[in-house]
T-cell receptor
């Protein structure tokens, strides 16, 4: 079974704290993604990675950074958390770019982060 | 900019009836589309996909229709069940790696 796991389901942090969100996939996928999900806005791409140590900015990278030291693990870092980063964070992985066959993105269960 | 949108944010359907969820997209160059289902407290799950060289694709109880002329995508669920209650997202690929998601339609199944 395809599996994407995220380190926490719920997280509460204070403004200014450094926050790490971890994502692990066991499918040997090349591509990994971080999204945030807010009511009425759908899923917005923060960063993605198509290979180890490679990363690309998504649509809303400001205030975030990422790390991909191993193929199976993709970390999202909030250097200094702010209240407007309170959101649901979703990690996903895919085997091939979307233009290939059978290359949908597989999602983790999400981390609901609250910044006080 | 390019965007994917769903026509209605909510849909209420009687158990046993068919559901139709609509999605409009604006990128005429998109050649791959996906429907996802997200149940409460879970991440989105793949339902069905379709490539732009097709007009229709069927899965188990679900059918996706693609009308490239008017840039419209729909998901039909046959004989809707309580377990179909969820948020449904359409997504289009906008380059080799990225998917663009709509805001989602919340489907509620009435018993």
């Amino acid at each position: 079974d395809v599996k994407v796991t995220q380190s926490s389901r719920y997280l509460v942090k204070r403004t200014g704290e450094k926050v790490f969100l971890e994502c692990v996939q066991d499918m040997d996928h090349e591509n990994m993604f971080w999204y945030r999900q807010d009511p009425g806005l759908g899923l917005r791409l923060i960063y993605f990675s198509y290979d180890v140590k490679m990363k690309e900015k998504g649509d809303i990278p400001e205030g975030y950074s990422v790390s991909r030291e191993k193929k199976e693990r993709f970390s999202l870092i909030l250097e200094s958390a702010s209240t407007n980063q309170t959101s649901m964070y979703l990690c996903a992985s895919s085997l091939l770019p979307p233009r290939g066959t059978g290359n949908e993105q597989f999602f983790g269960p999400g981390t609901r982060l609250t910044v006080l | 900019g390019e965007s994917v949108g769903l026509h209605l944010p909510t849909l209420s359907v009687q158990e046993g009836d068919n559901s139709i969820i609509n999605c409009a997209y604006s990128n005429s160059a998109s050649d791959y589309f996906i429907w996802y289902k997200q149940e409460s407290g879970k991440g989105p799950q793949f339902i069905i996909d379709i490539r732009s060289n097709m007009d229709k694709r069927q899965g188990q109880r679900v059918t996706v229709l693609l009308n490239k002329t008017v840039k419209h995508l729909s998901l039909q669920i046959a004989a809707t069940q309580p377990g179909d209650s969820a948020v449904y997202f359409c997504a289009e690929n906008i380059n080799d790696y990225k998917l663009s998601f709509g805001a989602g339609t919340t489907v509620t199944v009435r018993a």
